[in-house]
């Protein structure tokens, strides 16, 4: 009983790890506040993606190879008015507040 449970836990995490990385991700979309980049997410159908998958995909080097460096929101919110963005040069992590730096925008299809 146990060997199954594990072998479901692996499938699930490798099913889960395949559905984030086989997303459909936009092209850099410019710099822009948050609330313009939301908005321009969901103009397209798409929205910001939160931290994890932004940090799992620059691992996986899915969309680190197409976008270079740079700066890049995620809808993830730290407290109050500050989001995290991650850095594509370096894979780091680090927040700032929505509406004092404009940040590379890439969108995630829901």
């Known amino acids: 009983m146990f060997r199954y449970r594990i072998i479901l836990f692996v499938i699930m995490f490798i099913s889960l ?38 940090q799992t995909a620059y691992e996986s080097g899915e969309i680190s190879t197409k976008l270079g460096g740079g700066f890049f929101w995620s809808s993830t919110q730290n407290e109050g008015d500050r989001y995290y963005y991650l850095n594509m040069g370096t894979g780091s992590v680090d927040w700032v507040q929505s509406h004092y730096w404009d940040v590379s925008v890439i969108c995630i299809k829901k």
């Open 17 to 54: 790890q395949v559905s984030l990385l086989s997303g459909d991700w936009s092209r850099n979309l410019g710099k822009m506040d948050l609330n313009s980049a939301d908005r321009k997410c969901k103009s397209r159908g798409m929205r910001l993606p939160t931290i994890n998958e932004l």
